[in-house]
């Protein structure tokens, strides 16, 4: 793991540019020559074609979907795909979005790679464009993939997609003041009320959204259940919207899974640096990809087309949130006036009052 944590921080500064790598830059074209010789290395073949690049022009600028292609036992499944995207929305590191999850995409595919194993291919997909001006549209990395080369093309047989996923989940301090014993402790201490604080507890915890997109998505993340080192919240998208590259996949029906650590304190900012991620959370979260990928290899997906007639995952969320909040879960939902999650409505309100907390 150790080792791992170290493979994932050098993957992590080699795109970590001081100037960025925002679309159109000189660092954005030296992360695209990076990333390709990484996927190249790891044994990728092309997705279609004959080159890693998928380039595609948008008013008069050129951009790149890096996109290889791990084979499988047997090519004519559709792939399960892996993605995050590259470029940075500001001309500076940008650690957390996105350099963390393409460094996790690398690691596991390497790992899937030098394991084996998997009948369908794994697509490791490095997007471009996916921060703004061009988020959620027509030149959105994953959006043009989606729609040139997959679309009526080579379906998907399911994607995960990662966005901010490099950083430990802070909550606001107020909040403990709740807590047994601890709250006692922290009201001694002047002005943590108003700090944002990792607590070891939270810090660990990953969302995800996505189960809710078809019944063997829930059964798939199930299965893993909570891996070591990491404290699994599954959510619904709608609660915090297409937020990243899942979008195209969830609206054209395709099974997702999207996992974030949230919004931190140094998102779209140039103190979203290198140094403040915890790359051992990372090798947890690249071990868990590695797990839903090899879960969700081996089911079929019926009714793919169906998914918004959706099963309820109501029950799967307020267990896992139940587990992973462990002793501080009464007390956030005193804090929260929340007396209890029994029906969709009230993990409605509760979601609604965390979110105007900022804690996810
Ligand atoms: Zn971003």
Redesign the pocket.
Known sequence: MKNLSKLLRTETEAICYPDGRMVGTDGHERAKVHLKRRLKEMGCKPYIGRSLELNYPFKGKSFCNLVGRIPGTNPKLPPVLIGAHYDS?IPFP?AD??AAAVAIALQAGAMIAEKGGFERDVVIALFDA??PPYFLGEGMGSHRFYEDHVQGKREIHAAIIM??VGHDISVPGSMLSDVPLIGKVAALVSGLAKMDLSIPTLSSLLFVTGSESHEEMAVALDSVGHPEGLKIVPTLNRYIGDMSDHGIFRRNGVPYFFLSCGRWAH??TPTDTPDRLNYSKMSHITHYVVKLATEVDLVEMADRKRVERIHDTLELETSYLRQSLGILYNPIMRQLGVKGIRNRKEMNSFVNKLLSLGLC
Do not use: R, S
Request: hydrophobic share 20%; charged share 40%.
């Open positions: 929305v940008c979005d996105n996916e921060e966005d901010l998102y779209h």
